[in-house]
């Protein structure tokens, strides 16, 4: 299958006339600022459009197409009534800067989100404002940094991080200005206690730590973690990638954490949209609070209102030009809501459900999994470095057959420290018989690895393109379209 | 149970595969004091039926109003095939593609918008969009200080007449790497920023000018002089553009003698509704020599083993996820959805229905101007050549004026005197395509009355 470009339907003249305004319009402009030719758009019709958007849309994967396993990404079903309640007109419609007074009905859904965080996570503030994961830790870590230079202790400016811990984590203390310390993990999967002893000093920010770990286990020893931080002066930051494994059975506020990013485009369920828009609200313990990112929803009695640095005067500021990814702060709150209070434990108990008994599944069937004497968090991880060795087929090839056979590939030579593996996260929302033929698809990828391996390298056969050519992509840039 | 397909036969099997008894065995390994007891403060399960009655009240409570607000967020007619095709799963419930074999029609889609911003930013490179504009701003300012060669200075100059949003938002995401940044002042007449204003920091090592085009003011700035001023004294030079604008005003990639080197701004304007401030998206386009300071995703064309054209992630090497701590940006994802909705909004509207929603926004500004400065105790601010915005200065302090017109149902404009004292009691006001003449004059009808009523008590 295979789709032109939309400027390749593209004919002069041609156009949607219907979707713009037709009235003759000479405003004046200098002519200095003036553009001398039109830019280069396509010209197309409405049906034109549609069909080719269409057709580009099938080309895809997606949660509601395919099983999509993608380790530390929470690929679950995103309920449309989600995009449907979030979706209405009076919610489009409002200005970002329209008077409080027009939007109570939003800022109530605002504020309860706020509450219901809280208390998910155990966190004695949430602020919503940051528009995706990786902007809460940057959000998180400058609390931090505004935390110890509040105390005049500004000399801590170091950043530890687990070896295993998201790429985002150490690019994100950077750009906070911090120098990233990594500490190793043990055999276990487990934080190496005394590394992280002589690791910890009078120039330790804090600790970044996703529990359970990108490894899928819990951190077991997170106790004398917190304890050694916080004994050194240091805070504790919660990556939430893997809240979904743990939602209401334990509350990163209880394990001793002072802050705590949400993917809400994860654990609850706001849709990952090719890539974005995602969510990444912080929470934070009582040091913290002075210092969340503005704006905040406040109450005064039955009225709502933005809080901004007039109310926060320590506020790290803000992070985004109005108050951060509104919509897909709906989308949360309508999700929580449709859960509600025994919804939310269940999440993680059949997340863990279905990730344990996949797990177990595979070992079954053959499979060497990277930590095999620990529970599954909501995800695990496979180790295919024997049917490399023995089979000349690595991770990538079984990922790529794994397409073929209508499954989306897991997670792939993620974490780095386990060779050749597939890190499988299943979901809560997945069925029995589905993870059932997932089993099944591995077992007869791996047959075809036996016998005739060249079927798994030369994958995917069945897609609208094989295998990509990745260097030439990078050597010959080929960003933009030019008409020959 | 919501959102779970298992039956209990499932369950039984699963547990029995696995070996253990109940669920709450699975958590076994978190040390039992750790374990959370109930959740009181989330209220119990709602129905969909329900939840979709809640939100209903609670969106009619909000209501809907005359829109007379820009200030960074532009209320655009959106055709309905837009979210119709946006909405679709294999684009909505998609992740980042990084299977691109299984995720051609993410890539492909997000290719035609590079190559879309290209041809309105006149820049040779986009990359697949950022957050949203002021965060895309910062950004482009800690791109610029990385690509500059000439200069290793970290001061950038930054106009008192851009958005004052983004200001803030250049401390708060840029401030933690020691860049500095400088004010420009602007004409009080004109409402542009002054070229003797930059003249003070001549020889002085600058890294980057950001101009704004039109600035927070609507107002037109002198893009070339501003541009050539930079380039003469080794800095770069960072554009803050209005995507809808470009259908008509000169791109930043011809600005001055050599072009701007980074175009950014709010994406938001092509297709997206305003939705109380987000999702929206952040572009950003530059020169072929910066590519490799480019932060965010960028997708190129390439072959398959067959030779056939594919799409695919590309000049990955820059991104958190390979350089870790050394990275371009700590930034993984982007805005899909929303560059989605723009890619189809700019094929819909083509280069004539851009160029037809800019100059008619141009025009409404002008007649909602004409019309509310014919009212008693209502005066433009600045009288320099503008876009679809424009600034009003009151007789009296705008607070309680806008309040008394939602009161009404008109969402009357911005108040900035917080953000500018010195400019009195300023309203910051914009009429793009979706007002009509009756709009306008219900507008000045009622700040007639506001006015006059405030004038008599």
Redesign the interface.
Known sequence: M??K???EHSAPGR???A?????P??????A?????A???????S?LQ??R???????????????F?P?GS?T?????K?C?????????????????E??????L??LYELQ??L???T?MRGVSLTP?????G??AGV?MI?AYHQARNDSARNEIIVPDAA???N????????CI?KEIPSLPSGDIDVEALRGAVGPQTAGIMLTNPSTLG??E?R??VVAEIVHAAGGLLYYDGANLNA?L????PG??GFDVIHMNLHKTF?T????????SGAVGVGERLLPFM?VPLVGRDGDRYRWLD?RDLPQS?????????????L?RAY?Y???????????????A???A??LM??LRDAGFELAYPG??AGHEFIVTLRREAKEYGTNAMDF??RL?DFGF??P?TY?PLLVPECLLIEPT?????EELDAFVAAMVAIRREAQTEPEKLK?A?WT????????V???K??????TAA | ??????TAA??R???A???VRH??D??????EE???R???????????ME??R????????????L?F?G???Y?H?I?A?V?S?V????????????????????L??L??Y???M???TGL???N??L?????GLAEACLMAVRANRKSTSQRILVPAAL?P??R??L???AG???LSFEALPFDPRGGHTVLAGLESYRGQGIAAVVIQQPNFFGT?E???AITNWAHENGALLIGVVNPTS??????PG?WGAKGADVACG?GQPLGV?????????GFMATKSEH?RQMPG??????????G?P???L????R?????????T??????????V?AA??Y????????????A??S??RT?ELVAALTRIPGVRLAFDG?RFHEAVLLLDRPVGPV??AL?GRGI?GG?DISRHYPALGHALLVCAT?TRTLDDIETYARALTDVLAAAAAA
Not at chain 1, 25 to 30: E, N, T, W
Not at chain 2, 246 to 251: D, I, N
Not at chain 2, 273 to 281: D, K, M
């Open positions: 295979h789709e470009l939309i400027f156009n949607a006339e979707q713009y305004p037709q009235a319009a000479h405003p004046a402009i200098p200095a600022l003036r553009r001398s039109p830019p280069a758009l396509p010209e197309v409405e459009a549609v080719h958007f269409t057709r580009l849309s099938q080309l895809n994967f997606s949660i509601d197409t395919h999509y993608l990404c690929m679950k079903y995103n309920p009534a995009n449907q309640y979030a979706m209405l007109p009076e919610l489009l419609g409002r200005h970002p800067l329209a008077p007074s027009t939007g109570q009905g939003l109530q859904c509450e219901m809280k208390e998910v155990g528009m995706a994961g990786a902007q830790e940057f400058a940094r998201h790429g985002t150490p690019a994100t203390a950077a750009m906070c200005g990233v286990v819990f077991r997170i106790g743990i209401g059975k334990v509350r209880d394990m369920s849709p990952h949209g090719g890539g974005g828009p995602g990112p640095e790290i500021g803000r992070l985004s030009n109005f108050m951060g990814n509104t919509g897909v709906l309508i929580m809501r449709m859960l509600g209070r025994a919804g939310m434990q269940r999440v993680s108990e059949f863990a459900l279905n344990n008994y177990v599944k620990r529970r990922a790529k397409l989306h590939a997670t993620f809560e929302t997945e069925t029995k030369g995917p897609l609208p393109v094989r295998r990509l050519d990745d030439r992509a990078a010959q840039l080929d960003l933009a379209w | 149970m919501p959102f779970i397909p298992h499932d369950v099997a699963m547990l595969a696995i070996g669920t709450n699975l958590f076994d390994e978190i040390p750790l374990r959370a109930g959740l009181e403060g989330v209220p119990p399960a709602l129905s969909e939840v979709g809640l939100m209903s009240e609670r969106a009619a409570r909000d209501g809907r109003r829109n607000i200030a960074g967020a209320e007619h055709p095939a979210w095709i909405t679709r799963g294999e684009f909505y419930s998609a992740y980042t593609p990084y299977q691109a074999e299984a995720s051609q029609g993410t492909q889609l290719y035609e590079q190559t879309m290209s041809a309105l040779a490179i986009s697949a969009s957050y949203d504009g002021a965060s958005n949003t983004y803030s938002v401390r708060g995401v933690h790497q020691h037109l002198d893009v070339d470009l259908a008509v005003l000169k791109p011809q709010e509704p305003l939705s109380s401030g987000g999702p929206y998206f590519v995703r960028i997708v190129g064309r390439t072959v398959d083993l067959d056939k594919g799409f695919t590309t000049l990955q090497a991104e958190q996820h390979i350089r870790r701590s050394k990275a940006s700590n930034i993984c994802t982007n805005q899909g959805l929303l989605t890619t189809i700019l094929s819909l509207l083509g280069p004539r229905g851009l160029a037809q929603v100059a008619v141009m025009q002008q050549p806008l309040a939602a969402v911005c395509e």
